[in-house]
């Protein structure tokens, strides 16, 4: 049998390896047309990527993309909530919020976790809890 009719192969070269389908079909021998037939039978995505970047209001956010359709976007200030806890569960529910109003000045010390009605709160007065 050719290599990348073999799911644990041609998922290691891909993704893990990072080699394009032109590469592995040179290889083997077929066109990357082929590979990428075979890709798709084994539903091996897109090698995962990640990329820092700032939203229009100022936060930051780290999004990851998994293939196409497969994406996930984390905001840098709920991403540091996680070191204030002992389970993520902890944070179901509720909010992250930055105790100046700058919403990319993310330090431990800048954020608190709070219930939503807590962080309405804090915003119906000027926003800032210290």
């Not at 919020?97 to 919403?103: G, L, M, N, R």
Request: overall charge negative; proline content about 3%; some cysteine.
């Amino acid at each position: 049998m050719s290599n990348y009719k073999n799911e644990e192969w041609l998922q290691e070269q891909y993704i893990e390896n990072e080699r394009t389908q032109e590469s592995i079909a040179s290889e083997c021998g077929v066109s990357d047309t082929t590979i990428h037939r075979w890709r798709k039978k084994f539903d091996i995505g897109e090698p995962t990527t990640a990329q820092f970047g700032i939203q229009t209001d100022g936060y930051e956010q780290w999004m990851c993309e998994a293939g196409v359709g497969k994406a996930d976007t984390v905001l840098i200030h709920r991403l540091l909530a996680t070191l204030q806890v002992e389970e993520l569960g902890e944070l179901d529910g509720k909010h992250v919020h930055h105790k100046s109003s700058i919403p990319w000045y993310n330090t431990p010390e800048n954020i608190e976790i709070v219930t939503p009605e807590e962080h309405r709160e804090i915003h119906a007065g000027d926003g800032v809890t210290e």
